[in-house]
């Protein structure tokens, strides 16, 4: 499965893409955002699993500029019940484009269109004012909020985002 928009490639990740994945993983954990998830891995044995991981689930996705062939991010979805959970992670050098929004709109799309899926959910920190503006212009409506905690050590609100897709 591969998708294109007007700017950006997006297909199934593969294991091969972990030099992408290091530089990406590299970049967010740097990042302000950082705090509000998982750290990701950066030596290179376990980002090599990890990115096979992901590929393996079939449900990550390798985000490319059309114009340069970079790899700039990746979406992923994570099925939970009847819901397709969202994510995505894009470098920092590409952030503010609309690439993020480009790329998770057309694979909705995709999977709306052409999976019949009709409920995807998503979760993000409040204070990611970023990922809370992209999910609303998404369509995506935040149905709650609730302290969220990865170590116990820190904690902050999450939001926990909902798009229904009438069929």
Not at 124 to 153: M, Q, R, Y
Request: aromatic residues 16%; contains cysteine.
């Amino acid at each position: 499965m591969s998708l294109e928009t007007s700017r950006l490639f997006i297909r199934r990740l593969n294991e091969s893409d972990w030099q992408a994945m290091k530089n990406i993983f590299v970049d967010f954990n740097k990042s302000k955002y950082a705090v509000y998830d998982m750290p990701l891995p950066t030596e290179d044995e376990e980002t090599k699993a990890l990115t096979k991981r992901f590929a393996d689930s079939n449900l990550f996705f390798a985000v490319f500029l059309k114009k340069s062939n970079d790899m700039i991010g990746y979406v992923c979805f994570r099925k939970d019940g009847d819901a397709f959970d969202l994510g995505y992670c894009f470098h920092s050098v590409y952030h503010s484009n609309g690439y993020a929004y480009e790329s998770t709109n057309a694979l909705v799309n995709y999977f709306a269109d052409e999976c019949g899926v009709t409920h995807f959910t998503a979760g993000t920190a409040i204070d990611n004012i970023p990922s809370c503006k992209l999910l609303e212009k998404l369509g995506f409506v935040c149905v709650s909020t609730e302290a969220v905690s990865f170590d116990n050590a820190f904690s902050f609100q999450g939001g926990n985002y909902e798009l229904r897709i009438k069929q």
